[in-house]
């Protein structure tokens, strides 16, 4: 089955310093994996996107990720954090079983980062 | 900018009267998605649509239905709204299969 691991429920981090978020994936096939991220009482903002090419992946907000194919992982890091990154990070992968049409995400449960100063 | 809207941001619904969540958008995506999401959880795909097909989660109750009438506008209707349907209620959209553009989402309480 197709499923997404985000091991960590809250990741601290002080402030400046870099931080990592991590997610597993298992899918078949060639993944096409996304990070989002949702401030409270906001939907969820897309950051980033891997689908080919480079392994190192950059976003918004300073954000970048990095596509490990033998470790099935796909990790969100900054490499300094600021106190406005505070919020619940989510990843996600596009559902290899639907071949057209939409896109359906099977996300992580999410991982909560708060950021001291 | 383009954006996806949903209005309101905050619903208070009595149990069991049909409440309405609108959601609009200016991406001129094709696809539109609703999701339900409870404290802080992983959002639960209820439905979309792809263009004017409607594509119902085979998990999702019948007591949610969505309306398309355009590409720009969907609804999303709770007939007979319960105490666990309080939720935020999330729209999203998408170019087919392309990345997915939430709104800011509505948070729905039920009394």
């Known amino acids: 089955a197709q499923s997404v691991a985000q091991p960590e429920d809250q990741v601290n981090v002080a402030e400046g310093n870099p931080l990592t978020v991590k997610c597993t994936y298992s899918v078949s096939g060639n993944p096409y994996l996304f990070w989002y991220v949702q401030y409270p009482n906001r939907g969820l903002q897309f950051l980033l996107k891997y689908i080919t090419g480079d392994n190192l992946v950059k976003g918004s907000y300073g954000f970048e990720a990095e596509f490990n194919k033998s470790q099935t992982s796909f990790h969100l890091k900054k490499p300094s954090a600021l106190v406005s990154d505070s919020a619940l990070y989510f990843c996600a992968v596009r559902d290899p079983s639907l071949t057209r049409g939409y896109n359906k995400l099977i996300f992580g449960a999410g991982t909560r980062l708060a950021v001291h100063p | 900018d383009a954006m996806v809207i949903q209005n309101p941001r905050y619903q208070v619904t009595q149990f069991g009267k049909p409440v309405t969540l609108s959601c609009s958008q200016t991406?001129?995506?094709?696809?539109m998605y609703w999701y339900q999401q409870k404290s802080s959880q992983a959002p639960k795909l209820l439905f979309h649509?792809?263009?004017?097909?409607?594509?119902n989660e085979a998990d999702t109750p019948d007591n949610f239905q969505s309306r398309r009438p355009n590409t720009s506008f969907c609804f999303l209707d709770i007939r007979s709204p319960g105490l666990g349907d309080a939720a935020m209620y999330l729209c999203?959209?998408?170019?087919?299969?392309?990345?997915?553009?939430f709104g800011p989402g509505t948070r729905l309480t039920v009394t």
């Open positions: 999203a959209t998408s170019r087919d299969r392309a990345e997915q553009y």
């Open positions: 649509y792809y263009d004017k097909d409607f594509n």
């Open positions: 991406l001129n995506h094709n696809v």
